[in-house]
């Protein structure tokens, strides 16, 4: 494991993040959120997976590289 020297840091950041976000949107669709995702996640008017969906994923979609 290579460690992270501090001019790099808000790359490595901002790679952990996409990944999580990324690992997390796998798991809306494979069958859902822990107790605890949804909890974070959720709003008052909308539940876990529509909140990320609608403030997270799409736009981690709209800024991805792949095209």
Do not use: W
């Not at 107790?35 to 876990?48: D, I, L, R, W």
Request: a positive charge.
């Amino acid at each position: 494991m290579r460690k992270v020297v501090p001019a790099e840091y808000s790359l490595f950041q901002a790679a952990d993040l996409c990944c999580t976000l990324a690992l997390l949107a796998a798991k809306i669709q494979k069958g859902g959120l822990s107790k605890s995702e949804e909890v974070f996640f959720s709003t008052p008017k909308q539940n876990a997976a529509r909140a990320m969906k609608k403030g997270y994923l799409s736009l981690l979609e709209k800024r991805s590289f792949s095209g």
